[in-house]
């Protein structure tokens, strides 16, 4: 690394809270794939004024940064990241109880499961349809985090959006400021901040009274119904989907068709429960990782003449 890089790090360490910085520290044990070699920096952001800061330092002495929540949806290299990664720990929330309905305040880093788990004992419904996916406050927002509609229908998919009432921004411009759903313009899988180089600090949700008994009954019913078609994030690492939905087909659907289930290079496999799903047998590597994508990739466009598209950020070097 060229002496003014260095210089210009150490001058954003001198800005960051030293006992929650940390220098050459491995990504793999904050993803959800465990995979990721070190970053130059990584910083522990506790609160939505923390993250704000160091982002800020970061934009003002233009390092390059990457924000972290649970580390789904994100393969990072091998190499690891030159920069710095603030890993998003802000997890201070709030019911705010307005006698039928609840405004859900919540800092981004806050974790999904921990707020399906207090609202359903509080008796607030809107989030437990989204149980049993691995995500952060900012993470659900940012992705559209969505699931299929209670059993036995499933006729339809739910998305966050439904509950989304407001979020506190860092806005590319440096501004802080509140918005609503039309700023945010979500999508399937989409929403303004994978456009934008915005933050998202802080989350407010609508959520509703609800029945005990019916909210646990998705609860048991989701995470049995995600349970038989994913793999479990304790035995087989992974990152969740690989490839985008494709209208019409499934991605993981063609992949399977053209048998590449059980597929394995080095220590990554595709998932012999769900093809769209890549998982780490215990050592596997992002090069690993990106050789499977491709041999899925080329297999799939020979096959079956459609070219499939990565949902998963790549961060880092490879």
Known sequence: M??????????LASRLPSHHLRRHELLAPYTTFRIGGPADLFFEAGSADALSDAVLAARELNVPYFVLGLGANVLIGDRGFRGVVIRNTAGRYEFREHGSICQLWTESGAIV???IQESVARGWSGLEHYVGIPSTVGGAVWQNLHFLSPAPARERTMFIAEVFESCEILSEENDRKTVGPDYVRFGYDDSVFHHRRDIVLAVTFRLDRGDSATMHRILQENLSWRGG?????DWHPSAGSIFKKIEGVGAGRLVDQCGLKGARLGDAQI???HANIIVNLGHATAKDVRALITLAQQTVERECGVHLEPEIAFVGEF
Do not use: A, Y
């Open 113 to 115: 499961k921990d707020l």
């Open 229 to 233: 078609k994913h793999p479990w994030l």
């Open 2 to 11: 060229p002496n003014s890089d260095r210089r210009t790090l150490d001058e």
């Open 271 to 273: 998932s012999h429960i």
